[in-house]
């Protein structure tokens, strides 16, 4: 039994830290107005610090991928526990390339195919990704996953003839 566990952190945007430091401000500066002029200015307050502390929650994202026994499995990790977002076969794997391969041109935006696409990479710098295009019952998903070597062949191990990297 064969179990590969991938743990994947997201890199947050320059633009997050802009829009922390600004709630951040306003909550200091809604306190201060509360101290110094009126109570009514502690509503606000606290409306911005719960905001603040509800962004950074739903705003960090940790993603795992777990290959076991011929299927693929996605969760979400964060603090209240790990929620199981996809699991499917590998045999239902119709291609594993690099995104600029041309197998996957007609799933890109603008593309002939229409397909619902999942994105659980880290935007790091130097991590390749790799388009993952899954077809069940009818039904096609495209994935943006970083994957390991040994992640890669044992897909092309468990579905072979679909992995083109």
């Known amino acids: 039994m064969d179990q590969i566990v991938i743990g994947v952190k997201r890199r947050g945007r320059p ?5 922390r430091g600004a709630m951040i401000f306003f909550a200091v500066f809604f306190l201060l107005q ?7 200015f ?10 603040y502390y509800w962004y ?3 705003s960090k994202k940790e993603y795992e991928y777990t290959l076991e026994d011929g299927w693929m ?3 979400r990790v ?7 977002l996809h699991e499917f076969p590998l045999a ?53 996953l970083d994957l390991t070597p040994e992640a890669i062949r ?5 579905s072979r003839g679909t992995v083109r990297c």
Do not use: N, W
């Not at 509503?43 to 911005?48: N, Q, R, S, V």
């Not at 291609?95 to 002939?112: E, N």
């Not at 044992?154 to 468990?158: L, P």
């Open 92 to 144: 239902d794997v119709k291609y594993l390339t690099l995104p600029d391969d041309p197998l996957v041109a007609p799933y890109r935006k603008g593309g002939t195919e229409k397909i619902r696409k999942f994105d659980y990479t880290s935007y790091e710098e130097g991590v390749p990704y790799y388009t993952l295009i899954v077809e069940q019952t009818g039904a096609r998903a495209k994935f943006l």
């Open 154 to 158: 044992y897909i092309r191990h468990h």
């Open 34 to 40: 509360g101290i110094m002029f009126s109570t009514g």
């Open 15 to 19: 633009s997050e830290k802009i829009i």
């Open 56 to 58: 950074r929650h739903s």
């Open 42 to 51: 502690m509503l606000p307050c606290f409306l911005m610090a719960a905001a």
């Open 73 to 75: 499995a996605i969760d």
């Open 78 to 84: 964060s603090d209240s526990g790990r929620r199981r």
